[in-house]
Every structure is written in structure tokens, then in C-alpha cells.
């Protein structure tokens, strides 16, 4: 049923990408019991169902992190540009509402806190160790590194990480996640595979 309200919903995070997501985050609830999930990058919410679902499922919450207003490929112009999301009044991309019409249809409002803003300065206000971190942000390569920089400290050992748009041949996507997330997070030994599928990979924090 959720996944349903899922796959209805406007993104970019394909079916099995999603329930491993979801997988992910349900063992990670079970490892970190009572840390909350932290999402970079909603959109409207599609993955948010999956995620946010597993922190219900866990008695914990996900803190959904966006300023709403579209990374660089979303604006008119690019290739992700979607007109629908644009708001009359300012011109201006904005997910928002969409997003709260997400949450509200697969009815995880109580649990899933929203919380708009840019990622590096919600980041730099952060205090609470994270059970799960899920990073699907902007994909420029300062944003990306600024995102691995900014949040992954706060992933509590034993804790996850997951990342969405890894691609270690460039034929595939563009390399900012692979290169200024995936491999800086492998690199400092803190951070091993788990698992992957498709572009989602999973790592855990092992010191
Ligand atoms: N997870 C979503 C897709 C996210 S798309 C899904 O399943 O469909 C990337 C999102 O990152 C966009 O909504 C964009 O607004 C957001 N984003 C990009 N750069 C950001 C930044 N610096 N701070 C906050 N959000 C950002
Ligand atoms: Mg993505």
C-alpha cells in the first residue's frame, strides 16, 4: 500500500531502490535504537514513503531535510525540470507543498519532520547522533562534498550511511556522489560496504 503512494508520487528513487532503502533503514533502527533518520534531498517525497515508513516501523523519526526550491538540474532550462512544480505566484520551483501532500497521504506526518532549509547550514546546527543517514542532495560536486563533510560525522558508530546516485563509470550519472561521498566516506576508514542496488549504496560506521 505505501509503496503504492510511493511510486505515485513525483521523483527519482526506482522501485528496488526504494525497498532497500527501506531495508537499510530497518536494520538500522534495530542496530541504533532511538537515533533518529536524517534524509538530504526530498523533492516531493517519494523516497521519504519508504524511509519514513521504516522510522514508524522503528519508533523513531526521519528529519527530511530540502530548501524545496530544486537542485541545479530541476530549474527551467535543464533536463529535470518539471513545470507542474513551479509556483504561479514567485515563478519559483517549489516541492514543498507537494512534499506535505505526501506525507500527509501515506500518513507520515507524525514522524516525519520536515525541515526546510540549505543542508550545510541545517548541518552546522546539528547535535544528535543519526541511526541512518540517507544523502540524495544536490549533486553538484561542492554541494556533494559539503553534504559528506557537514552530515556524516553525525552518523553514531554502528550507525548507516546510504547514498543514492553513486556511479563509478562516468558513462552512467555524474560522479560528484561517487567521488565526494561514496569514496572520501570508504577512504577514511570509517565507513564499509554493506550493501548495494543500483545507485544506492549502503555503508555502516565502524569506528
Ligand atoms: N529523494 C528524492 C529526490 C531528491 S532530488 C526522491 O526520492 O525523489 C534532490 C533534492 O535535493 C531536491 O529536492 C533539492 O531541492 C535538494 N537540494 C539540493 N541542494 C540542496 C541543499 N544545498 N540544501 C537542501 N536541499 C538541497
Ligand atoms: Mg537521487
Known sequence: M????????????????????????????????????????????????????????CNTVLHAVDHHGGSEENQPGWE??????VDKTTGCLNTLPHFEHTMQRAQLSQVVKTVVGDSPVVAAAWTEPIAMLFIDGGHGREVARNDYLSWTPHVCIG???AIHDVFSDPALGGQAPYEEIYLPAKNSG??????????LHILRRVK
Open 2 to 57: 505505501l509503496r503504492e503512494i510511493a511510486l505515485s508520487t513525483t521523483g527519482f528513487m526506482p522501485e528496488n531502490e526504494g525497498d532497500a532503502l527501506f531495508t537499510a533503514a530497518i536494520e538500522a533502527g534495530a542496530n541504533c535504537p532511538g537515533l533518529p533518520f536524517v534524509e538530504i534531498g526530498s523533492y516531493c517525497g517519494r523516497s521519504t514513503v519508504w524511509f519514513g515508513e521504516a522510522a514508524r516501523l
Open 80 to 85: 529535470w525540470h518539471d513545470t507542474s512544480l
Open 159 to 161: 550507525g548507516t550511511l
Open 190 to 199: 570509517k565507513f564499509i560496504d554493506v550493501s548495494s542496488t543500483g545507485s
